[in-house]
């Protein structure tokens, strides 16, 4: 067994690529395990994943679609938040459960040699899970309210990268900061509570009016709502700016993140 050697970072301190492919089978592992714990001793398991985009669609729909009678671009009300909430899981979700994922392992951080950047990006598979699970009933309502999407249903794919990119960048930084700062679990919350509610999830952006229309569009997260909702329910497609826009801003983030966590990794194990 060849030896393992462990260097510091380069210059801009980003971590090693042919390091993190090595450990990959830490990342399945982390994985599998959240994915295994959060549905045991539950009664109704796996059906939580139907259960809250259900729950949440249906409560948006009569706030929103009954009650204040705002738009849904043509689309069923319903299904409008549905595909919005589909979005918005991954993107809360991931930060979610990654900010305090190394908090959570804290024994395994400050003990055991592996790259601490897997534990949070674990995180992703099972929120990649729901959404693939979640996405199948989606596909089910498009049947029952007899929406076609089209071709830009072919890159859906390429919109749950940039979401879980951008996600994942700040759920590195903030994992990173919550080992020295618990702060950043009660503060989390709550800011996740009011970009739900100053992010167009539950409503058009057509509904907003035009003085504060503005507003809304400067937010990175509309960006990828519009174009989750461009590839799911076939409505108007973004303008391309706010394409262009979400491709930089979920590098910039994800790389944000990265340098981030790799500023404060050498600290975990004496702080945590």
Known sequence: MQPVVITPPGRLGLPS?????????VLYRFGQRDVLLRYR???????????????????????????????SDGVPYFLFSYAGMLAWNVFSQVIARSAPSLVANQALVSKVFFPRM????????AVLLDFAVALGLGAVLLVVYGVNPGWPVLLLPVWLLLLVAVASG?????????????????????????????SPVAYSLSAVPERLRWVYQANPVTWYLEEFRWALLGVDAPPWWMVVGSVVVSGLVLLGGVLVFQKHERTFADVI
């Open 41 to 71: 001793q539950t009664a109704v398991g796996v059906l939580w994943v139907f259960l809250q985009p259900l729950a949440s669609a249906g409560a948006f729909s009569l706030v929103f679609g009954s009650v204040a009678d705002l738009p």
């Open 170 to 198: 700040i759920g590195l930084a903030a994992s990173a900061v919550q080992v020295r700062y618990r702060d950043i679990g009660y503060l989390l919350p709550w800011v996740m509570q009011i970009a739900l509610y100053a």
């Open 118 to 125: 897997l534990v949070p990006l674990s995180t992703t598979l």
């Open 17 to 25: 690529a042919r390091e993190l492919w090595r450990a990959r089978e």
